[in-house]
Nanobody
């Protein structure tokens, strides 16, 4: 069982930056691929970014590639999402997810956090 707790969301102006964190419980964090997803009001949850077990491989949605960076610190059981050049259309609830084994950009993650709200004003 893995518990995920996101933090770092908030209100920011367009062009600004935020860093989301996701702290995971347990001693096997390095066995889990990690992902970030988001869900805007009235829309389906979609993939944002993912990172492999070691952090050597990262994947991004086209809408955020070049603006955001996913990283992880296995010693701290934490995954991060650095979000730069934020746009109003980035407004959503952001969810952290963990998957035992290989990284994927699909929704097939085993554990999900409760989400953190990110609001970008124009």
């Amino acid at each position: 069982q893995v518990q995920l707790v996101e933090s770092g969301g908030g209100l920011v102006q367009a062009g600004g930056s935020l860093r989301l964190s996701c702290a995971a419980s347990g001693r096997t964090f390095s066995s889990y691929a990690m992902g970030w997803f988001r869900q805007a009001p009235g829309k389906e949850r979609t993939f944002v970014a993912a990172i492999s077990l070691s952090g050597a491989s990262t994947y991004y949605a086209s809408s955020v590639k070049g603006r955001w960076t996913i990283s992880r610190d296995n010693a701290k059981n934490t995954v991060y999402l650095q979000m730069n050049s934020l746009k109003p259309e980035d407004t959503a609830v952001y969810y952290c997810a963990a998957r035992l084994g290989h990284v994927t950009m699909t929704m097939t993650y085993d554990y999900w956090g409760q989400g953190t709200q990110v609001t970008v004003s124009s």
